[in-house]
Structures are given as C-alpha cells and as structure tokens.
C-alpha cells in the first residue's frame, strides 16, 4: 500500500513540475515575443516618410527649374533691349539688366542647394528602403522589392546626375553674363555696346543651349515626381 501511495506522489510531483514549466514558458515566450518589434510589425516602417520627404525635395526643385527658366528669359531680355538701345539714357536699361542678373545669379545657387538637397533626400530613402527589405521573410516579396528599389532607385539617380550636368553647363554661362555685366559698367557707351556685342551674341546662343537642358531636365523631374507620388490620380 505504502509503495502505491509513494508511486503516486512521484506521479504527481512530475506533472506539477510540467505544468509549472509550461506556464512560466509560455508566459516568457508571450514576454518575448509582444516586446519584440521585429517579430510583429508594430513599429512603424521609416520608409513612408523618407520617401515623402524625398518626393518634396524632387517637388521644391521643380519649383526652382521653373524659376530658373522663367527668370533666364528675362534677364536675355533685359540685355538684349540694352543693346538695341539707340537714343536715350543707358544707364536705365543697364540697371534693369543688373538686376535681373542678380535675380539669376540668386536662382542659381538656390537650385543648386535644392540639387545637393534632393540627393541627400534620395539617398536615405533608398538605404531606408535597402535596409528595411533585409526584415521581409518573403523571399518573392523581398526580390520584387529590390527589384523595385533598383527602378526608382535608378530614376532618381538619373535626374541627380542630370541636374550636376545642368549646373555644369549654367555656372560658365552666368558667368559669362558678370562678365558682360562689368564691361559694360565701366564703358556704357554706344561704342561700349557695340565692342561687346560678339559675347552678347554668345550669351545668346549659350542661353539657348542651357534652357533647353533646363527644361529636359525638368521633364525628367515630372516623371520621376509621377513615379514616386503617393497620391493617386497623376
């Protein structure tokens, strides 16, 4: 009888422990997981947020292109009536050329921040996106992702590289007008006018050559925009 009785108790003990065992381990298991953001999704993705402001950078320059080409006009315009100035003061005209040249100069440097802004932009949404894609277990979801990243990645670069070209093209250019600028502030003359209008004739022509690349390049920021947007409907 004794013997039974100790049998049952060993019995018990044993499955008391189990039981123990497996609550506290299902508890920490539970613990573990709920604590853990990369098991479940409840810390939020970067992504949408880096890309947004990405999108707003690609947007701003935009903005800035527009400017650009807009205000390019007018200052070929300011000098080109400066030269063709006949009777009358000149120093009129000049003025205005001065200052639509300012204004130039000033949209210049501006896209030219908005450039390096945008590639900064650019480059932590797509290491955001990179990184991010090593969390997803779905081996298809994962390569249509990268394969994805690669696409927008390469238009974005695309239009980067292309506005480092522009700049390369308008810096000389404008540089070319300070220097028509200076010339005709020390000799504005007739004489003056009529000894610089081979360079404005150039200015002219180069003019032509960079909104032409202002405005490819700005077609190409309306793709990459259109690529890029959350919003629906573009």
């Not at 999108?55 to 400066?82: C, D, R, Y």
Request: aromatic share 8%; glycine share 4%; no cysteine.
């Amino acid at each position: 009888m004794m013997k039974d009785i100790r049998k049952w108790l060993k019995k018990y003990t044993q499955e008391k422990r189990t039981i123990t065992w497996n609550a506290f381990g299902l508890a920490t298991l539970f613990l573990v997981m709920w604590s853990a953001p990369s098991f479940f999704s409840g810390s939020a993705s970067a992504g949408p947020k880096n890309k947004q402001k990405a999108v707003l950078s690609i947007e701003e320059f935009h903005k800035e292109l527009s400017k650009n080409l807009n205000q390019l006009s007018e200052t070929l315009a300011s000098l080109n009536q400066l030269a063709k100035t006949e009777e009358g003061d000149l120093y009129k005209p000049y003025k205005n050329f001065v200052k639509q040249l300012n204004r130039t100069t000033e949209n210049s440097r501006n896209m030219s921040k908005h450039t390096k802004d945008m590639a900064t932009k650019g480059r932590q949404y797509f290491d955001t996106w990179e990184k991010e894609l090593l969390n997803v277990i779905n081996s298809e979801l994962r390569a249509k992702g990268e394969e994805r990243r690669g696409e927008l990645s390469k238009t974005f670069n695309h239009i980067t590289n292309l506005a480092e070209e522009v700049q390369t093209m308008y810096q000389p250019f404008i540089i070319d007008l300070t220097d028509i600028k200076t010339a005709l502030g020390n000799d504005l003359t007739t004489t003056g006018i009529l000894s610089l209008n081979p360079y404005i004739t150039k200015a002219n022509k180069n003019a032509k050559i960079v909104m032409i690349k202002l405005q490819e390049l700005a077609d190409e920021v309306d793709r990459a925009t259109n690529a890029l947007s959350s919003r629906v409907g573009l």
